[in-house]
């Protein structure tokens, strides 16, 4: 449950942030782009250059606790545009984990008595599975609608379904 409790944790994760999360974010883009599926992703430095901006305006939002309609699209928004570039759900979720267990390290190391620790680490885990249930819930909803145009045209014009993306196990 994300309640009063959950923002005045995260309040003390916003200054961690603001020391820690350019290189989080840099180790993170140079750590997935080791990997040639995933660097095949990406067109270039310039792209990722702007989504390091990106990424860093997103987490700052997330821990900032505003809930609003403008969160949510947003967060749904971001999740369409990584099912439209192919980004496996596997591959979204270890993404999420890089920052997960980069953060749970960053705040570790801070000066927090054990209690208050704990406190923090769980609030942090409840706005990351947040924010990764409404991203996900697009490849869902979409592939959801993938497979209802497909049984539309086989009733139909008998047309050729639309094809699952290579992740779906079928
Ligand atoms: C290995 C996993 C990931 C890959 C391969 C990946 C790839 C991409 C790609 C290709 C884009 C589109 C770039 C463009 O439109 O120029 C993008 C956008 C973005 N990604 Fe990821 N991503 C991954 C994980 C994540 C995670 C875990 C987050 C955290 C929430 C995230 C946040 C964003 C944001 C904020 C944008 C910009 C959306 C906008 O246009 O406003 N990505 N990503």
Known sequence: MINADTRYNLRKVIPVFREDLDFIVEKFYAHIRQFPEIS???????????????????????????????????????????????????????????????????????????????????????????????????YTQEYRDNQESGDRQEAGDRQEPEQNPAWVIE
């Not at 700052?60 to 949510?72: E, G, H, N, P």
């Not at 267990?101 to 409840?126: G, H, I, Q, Y």
Request: one cysteine or more; aromatic letters at 12%; charged letters at 20%.
């Open 40 to 138: 095949q992703i990406f067109t270039g430095k310039a792209q990722i250059d702007a989504l390091k901006k990106r990424q860093k305006q997103h987490w700052i939002k997330l821990f900032s606790c505003r809930f609003d309609d403008a969160y949510v699209n947003s967060a749904v928004r971001i999740g369409k545009i990584h099912f439209t570039q192919g980004v496996a759900p596997s591959l979204y979720v270890a993404g999420y984990n890089y920052f997960h267990c980069e953060l749970v390290s960053a705040l570790t190391r801070r000066k927090f008595n054990p209690r208050e620790l704990s406190d923090v680490l769980t609030s942090v885990c409840r706005v990351i599975s947040l924010d990764m249930d409404l991203s996900l819930s697009v």
